[in-house]
């Protein structure tokens, strides 16, 4: 593991421009009390409210937290939650002026209740979503055009978080992948299942379910996933490597210039909570890892370390570098 802690120093001081559907993420915890006579649900008491950045504000913060300059770029509404969710990101250093209002169209919200039972963390009862899912307009488009011509030129890499909330239309992501190409910079995706759209990046992550739906057959062992990494790679056209994520079992990883792939595998993680996030907190280390230097199976395999600390919280976590360096060390077995 010695190797990978010599990355952990060279994920800071990149630049990355971060596009996609932004989100704010709220808690609402409270303690149970009694059952409802209205309903078989427990009836809580308030007792804290959390905000967080989620969506494709979540592999910004996460970058952040690693040392890195994340430059956000997403839409949010003209109301209250667009005003928290600045905030938030503030908080975290991150500079919210590529954040576009959109005043026909709310900012996303998902908020979860949360119940105290005596257990280590509350546990989630119930999550009500406010969003669209319909297209940006056309005005919109181009101001995001426009924010992303203006920073592209200044950044190590462009990562595109899909959270299918209308942001990134294929007319964009096309635009996107010319002007990466013409800037020379390293073009990443997570496409949360909708991979077409991303022919020609660098680097495009899937999770193992998403890669079934698009291969439409069923995929269990370690060769069926090698076999699906490499047809996916080829079916985009990818320049570098096609990442499945694969919760315990780690991540498979397609060469694509090499036509092979390997497989890393994940820490054994006996404290899992949460999943929440994690798979922001893989492309956002792949991204800086692979934009830093490191091979693509190094870059995983750092990616499934630092997943490996978000799952022992509840909701999105974004891990420090010592505590990536504390995760190779104790999951890892480094001297």
Not at 205 to 216: P, Q
Request: hydrophobic share 45%; charged share 20%; with cysteine.
């Amino acid at each position: 593991m010695s190797s990978l802690n010599a990355w952990i120093p060279r994920l800071a001081g990149l630049r990355v421009l971060v596009v996609g559907d932004v989100i704010l993420d709220e808690y609402l915890v409270g303690k149970t009390t009694r059952l409802s006579r209205e309903a078989p649900i427990p009836v809580l008491e308030f007792e804290s409210r959390r905000m967080i950045p989620g969506g494709a504000a979540n592999p910004a913060a996460n970058i952040a937290a690693l040392g890195s300059t994340p430059i956000q770029v997403g839409i949010i509404g003209s109301d209250s939650p667009g005003t928290n969710l600045r905030q938030v990101l503030q908080a975290q250093g991150i500079d919210t002026g590529g954040l576009v209002t959109d005043s026909g169209r709310p900012t996303t919200v998902k908020t979860r209740i949360m119940a105290h039972m005596g257990l280590r963390f509350p546990q989630q009862v119930a999550r009500l979503d406010t969003l669209s899912r319909e297209p940006i307009h056309a005005g919109v488009e181009r101001q995001v055009r426009g924010l992303i011509d203006q920073h592209i030129r200044e950044v190590n890499a462009v990562l595109l978080s899909d959270y299918h909330s209308g942001l990134l239309t294929p007319s964009l992501v096309n635009t996107i992948r010319t002007l990466a190409a013409e800037a020379g910079v390293l073009l990443t995706a997570d496409a949360q299942g909708d991979l077409d759209k991303y022919t020609g990046f660098g680097l495009v992550k899937c999770n193992a379910d998403e890669a079934r739906a698009y291969l439409r057959r069923d995929l269990d062992t370690p060769d069926d996933f090698a076999q699906a990494a490499l047809e996916i790679g080829a079916a985009l056209q990818l320049t570098g490597g096609m990442v499945i994520t694969r919760g315990g079992d780690g991540a498979t990883v397609a060469l694509c210039a090499e036509n092979q792939a390997v497989h890393s595998p994940a820490p054994v993680v006996s404290d899992v909570y949460d999943t929440v996030g994690a798979g922001d907190t893989a492309i956002a280390v792949l991204t800086l890892a692979v934009a830093a230097g490191a091979a693509y199976a190094e870059a995983a395999a750092l990616a499934n370390y630092a997943s490996g600390l978000v799952v022992r919280r509840v909701g999105n976590y974004t891990p420090k570098p010592d505590e990536l360096a504390w995760a190779l060390a104790t999951w890892g077995g480094e001297d």
